[in-house]
């Protein structure tokens, strides 16, 4: 593969690029242990601090630390001002569009996108045909995975409208970061993150169902201390000032959500759920599901609650469905799409499928519905016997993958060995609707791939992360 | 709050007064199996200890047979012990887990440093290296209390984990003086001797009370007074009449936070009144075996209506 973009460097013809000299100037002057002597420090510091992640199927540490790098990623004020354009554009046509599916059907019935994509798909669900979350809001929170292959802007590599998470990582990230370089910040100006939680706050009160006052009663809701996730789940409980709750704390009597408290029980309006709809509700969705609350979902369709993100908003990011979101951005806002989709063969067509097959060891190919970097293949580095294992499935059921071409993803400067080297990264800004109005994190979260050469950037797969600074004018 | 966290702050302290609890009894049976004056004296320390902790039942059901290595490797580290100083630490620390938006930053690094140096720790077996490792375990007590009374709001997430606290301690606190009472003593050892002096100072000295004792009796160390100071003495912070006194006024706290008394603070009364007048000649004379075996039988009973009224 040729030499890839540096987020610094550029293509290391010409200078470093805008937003980096201080940075880079920073970098040449530092002492040489210096950098080591601070990822010490902040690996000491979350070890201690239990910021870690559950690894499924790994039994002998089941909590892990993701991989922390000090060297921060840098995206200057032009940069993002296109970025955040494009992604309120993108989210508020997502919104958009999952009103219209579970509603009067538009975008399908023009064509935009094929009716059966949509309404046999696994996180299609029919218990929301028609209905309509408090406030019109379906996706409270997405997590757009973007990666950059050159100078020329970002492409989105995935839409996380489900429960989008490592926010907190953003959030801790920046704040390690402020502990260990204070000088460095003095000479940036970086903006801030920390009122993620606030603007988080905001939009979950804002779309909290009629009926519920003027201060409804928010909570967390998570599958437990065992989900991989389970860390940013209590910080963000912690960080709203709201409780962090099982479905064993929750139950529904006529229709309404009751917690229960040392005091009685306690109707609770908005529920920011970290639990996907299958889990939700046994009454309604999988039958011996324990994570979930029994008549959520009735208490829910009867307008008593409100569930960030929307039940449904799935559909949208499925990854057959993402192949089609030029077309919904169009539809929905007649306008051109400001940020652009990877090229993507949708091997559900028969002239995509064989161009899959004819190239198979150069395509990264991924299950439509999968998530977290499980159950892809990765052409170029797979051997024989696992390509033809996969064409297998592929002919089997070719409208269950997507293919893409191998990204030549961006690279930064990251601490490697002891020394700087390049590593390939990506990332992740969270997105927040409420309303009649989205907002962007100036931010999110730069993940890493800290194997040279690696382009696998997965928490679950070994990457790292790294803080993500939005410079100001 | 929510009645599952309370649960949980509730058994983090009690995880972790259990720990300090095992931590301390080894340390006594380490010093008690040093003493030279008979052979079987140390077989005797061990099979104390063991009985100290309440786990005999489950030690016996595994096959084992008393020894230092088995007593130690069975309280402090074995995986099929389920209250093993090691269980202890790692359910403590899984229950603040699951609370930590109800702790303070400092407690749970407490808590959290606690399990993360217990792994450090590994399975000591050289006998230096493992008083070395009860003392990390009653410093991580220390630190657990210390944090929790210097950086926790007084609300309801304070009581509930001091409520725990109190309570193990108080059951704690009774089979450490049962044991000793009736098993410690080898046979054919004179009851007034010197092993019997040196167990009881040892009992003392494992619940860091051998000065107090001084303090209070001015004398030698007589069994009735150590079992004063055990039971009715009210300076001395793990009597069973002290206990019962944080557990009434934390109780006390709940109830007027919430503006409701239930059937935990009417039992938890009820208890205390019986300590204002009780005398230990009294308890003596009617068998102090017995008099703590109803105790550990209330106890258990409070903790059931306070798991009921709050934490169910």
Redesign the interface.
Known sequence: MTQAFDEMAGDGSGPVREGYHALSEWLRQAPPDLLQARSRQAELFFRRMGVTFAVYGDADSNERLIPFDVVPRIINATEWARLEAGLKQRVGALNAFLQDIYGPQECLRAGVVPAELILTNPQYRPEMQGRRPPGGVWCHVAGVDLVRTGEDGFQVLEDNARTPSGVSYMLENREMMMRLFPDLFADHRVRPVDDYTDSLLGALQASAPPGSGDDPTLVVLTPGPFNSAYYEHSFLADKLGVELVEGRDLFVRDDTVFMRTTEGFRRVDVIYRRIDDDYLDPLTFRPHSTVGVPGLMAAYQAGRVTLANAVGTGVADDKAVYTYMPEVIRFFTGEEPLLSNVPTWRCREPDHLKAVLDRLDQLVVKEVGGSGGYGMLVGPAATRAELEAFRARLIADPGAFIAQPTLNLSTAPTLAGGALAARHIDLRPFVLSRPGAVEVIPGGLTRVALTAGSLVVNSSQGGGTKDTWVLDD | ??????DSLYWTGRYMERADFLARILEAAVRLAALPTRDDAAQSAWAGALASSGMKGAFDAGGRTVSEKSVREFLAFAADNPTSIKACLTRAR?NA?????ALT?EL??AI??AW?GLNELGQPSRRDDFVGYLDFVKATALAVEGAASRTMLRN?AYW?LRLGMALERADNTARLLDVKYHLLLPPGERVGGQLDYFQWTTLLREVSALTAYRWVYRGSVRPWLVADLLVLNRQMPRSLASCQGMIVSYLER?ATD?G?RGPAQRLASAHLSRFNTARIEDIFQSGLHEYIQAFLKENNALGAAISEQ??A
């Open positions: 709050m929510l009645s599952r966290t309370a899984t887990r699951s609370v930590r938006t930053i749970w690094e959290n440093g993360n309801d509930f709940l919430y409701r709050y934490l």
